[in-house]
């Protein structure tokens, strides 16, 4: 039965690649605009916590504003958010395995242990918005007190400084944010089945966009930070 399942699996998924590859603007765009707008939120969120933190005095070492930028800092920003793209892509195949897989093999099990298979797709939602929403609030605090404390020490606005970081988080934001995105429609739909196709369109789409995003992170941002100072 669980070789039944990953072959029905691989074949939903094959089918959704084709069914998208024929017209993949309208799917992609609905990701997109979900995406955008929670990296748009978290950015708004930042400002607001940036707003009421109080800044950290302990000198700061900002590579291309007081520090040589090197390719060092460039590999140490794209692992740290490979590491939070790995980590919403595996959300993403989770919610296939709990909406589309696990419910099938629910039909060789009895008792509770049925139960939990059936549900499995309701445990999915409920533990990725819980894992989403504490993700998010965490970001928000700490982004939000490392601004106020960077803003503090280069004597810039609160404003400013965000729209010169926006220049790279923001697509690093809707890049990070795709898969989430695409498992947030898939399953409003109950399109389980169509998830591990998701994963792996939304991962390659971020991939490029992260690693430019780190470029410019370290060797764009900094020079448009101290214009703006």
Known sequence: ???????????????????????????????????????????????????????????????????????????????????????????????????????QQAALRNGFSRWIHEKAGKFAIAFVIGATTFSLSTQAYVLGHAASTVSAHLGIGLAPLLLALSLHALPELTALFLPLAAWVVASRRGDWHKLLAATVVTTAVSLPVLMISCLVEVYVTPHLILALR
């Open 1 to 103: 039965m669980n070789e039944l399942v990953l072959v029905q699996g691989m074949s939903d998924t094959k089918l959704t690649l084709a069914e998208w590859n024929r017209n993949p603007w309208p799917v992609f765009r609905t990701w997109l605009l979900w995406s955008l707008a929670v990296a748009l939120g978290l950015l708004c969120a930042v400002y607001v916590v940036a707003s009421m933190s109080r800044p950290d005095p302990t000198p700061l070492v900002l590579p291309g504003v007081n520090s040589a930028a090197t390719l060092g800092d460039a590999r140490h920003v794209l692992f740290r958010n490979l590491l939070v793209l790995a980590l919403h892509s595996m959300a993403c195949v989770a919610g296939f395995m709990a909406g589309s897989t696990v419910p």
